[in-house]
């Protein structure tokens, strides 16, 4: 049973550029986190979706960002327009349950903006 | 407002030594409790769980103790060993539908050969 993965691992863009960041679940996981955590910083809650709905999206900055985790295929997280702020490592998790079980990371993608 | 606290950036052990890492939390709906380890360009691996009808949760040479009335939870690692040294996270979460994990800002940890 392959973990979560994440791709790339490592993203550079220049500003002004679009990033696509990519999170496959565990097979048989339906909920999906995505978290960032800057330099020395802990990791940040961005946004948790359910097949094709976003449940809550609270950390999500209100421009630029938007995420979508469609019926088939990988969750994607969308930054527009990047500026040097969003170099960061950005996380996915996945659970099977929502809140009631622990949660699966992907290795990351380490987004660096030039 | 952080509502999960990590007071101790880092800390150093002797191997062989108990390692303890605190926690505290702001939200008293939290009602479970994780701790993750995560190596320097790795992503979080889960360690040990608790919930909040538990006080204790004992995996092995770990450890965890939840003091609801305190908000506060502690991670006890015994003996440490070297391959502990990493930056380890408290997160908490609200059972139930729509409810994410909030992640402590992580302790570093050395275990000293």
């Known amino acids: 049973n392959a973990g979560v993965m994440q791709n790339p691992r490592h993203l550079v863009r220049r500003r002004g550029q679009e990033a696509r960041l990519r999170c496959s679940p565990m097979k048989g996981h339906s909920h999906v986190y995505w978290y960032r955590q800057l330099p020395e910083e802990g990791l940040k809650f961005m946004v948790y979706?359910?097949?094709?709905?976003?449940?809550?999206e609270s950390g999500m900055p209100k421009e630029r960002f938007s995420a979508e985790f469609p019926k088939e295929g990988p969750s994607i997280l969308r930054i527009q327009q990047v500026v040097r702020g969003d170099s960061a490592a950005y996380f996915c998790a996945s659970s099977p349950f929502p809140g009631d079980t622990e949660a699966f990371f992907g290795q990351g993608t380490r987004l660096t903006v030039v | 407002d952080q509502q999960v606290k990590q007071n101790s950036p880092s800390l150093s052990v002797q191997e062989g030594r108990i390692s303890i890492l605190n926690c505290d939390y702001t939200?008293?709906?939290?009602?479970?409790f994780l701790w993750y380890k995560k190596y320097p360009a790795e992503g979080p691996t889960f360690l040990i769980s608790?919930?909040?009808?538990?006080d204790k949760n004992e995996d092995g040479r770990f450890t965890v103790f939840l003091n609801k009335s305190a908000k506060h939870l502690s991670l006890h690692i015994v003996p440490s060993q070297p391959g502990d040294s990493a930056v380890y996270f408290c997160a908490a979460s609200v059972r139930g539908y729509g409810q994410n994990f909030v992640f402590g800002p992580g302790t570093r940890l050395s275990v000293l050969p």
């Open positions: 939200n008293s709906m939290f009602d479970y």
């Open positions: 979706l359910q097949k094709e709905n976003i449940i809550d």
């Open positions: 608790i919930s909040s009808i538990k």
